[in-house]
C-alpha cells in the first residue's frame, strides 16, 4: 500500500505541520475538522506539498528527515515558495 508523506500550511499560525498518511484526503480533512489536539488552534490548513512513497516505513523516514530539516528549509531547498 502506498502513503503519502505531506507537508501542511496554516496561515492564521504561520505555522508548518508534516505527517504522513495512507489516505491523504482523509487526514487533511481530519487536521482540518480539529480532530488533531495539537493543530486544532491553527485550522484550516492547506496542502503544499505531498510525495508518494511505496511504504510506511519509507513515509516515517522522509517525515523524520523532514522534521529534522524544518518543513519550510525542507521546501525552500526544493524551490518551492509557500509565502
Not at 9 to 24: L, P
Not at 30 to 48: A, D, F, M, Q, Y
Not at 59 to 83: H, N, Q
Request: hydrophobic fraction near 35%; charge should be positive; aromatic fraction near 10%.
Amino acid at each position: 500500500m502506498y502513503h503519502q508523506v505531506y507537508i501542511l500550511y496554516s496561515n492564521s499560525c504561520n505555522k508548518f505541520y508534516t505527517g504522513q498518511s495512507a489516505n491523504i484526503e482523509n487526514r487533511i480533512i481530519e487536521h482540518n475538522n480539529g480532530e488533531t489536539k495539537s493543530i486544532r488552534t491553527c485550522v484550516p490548513w492547506r496542502l503544499v506539498w505531498s510525495h508518494q512513497v511505496g511504504t510506511r516505513a519509507e513515509a516515517m523516514m522522509l517525515e523524520k528527515k523532514i522534521k529534522s530539516r524544518g518543513a519550510a528549509r525542507y521546501l525552500s531547498d526544493l524551490g518551492i515558495d509557500v509565502a
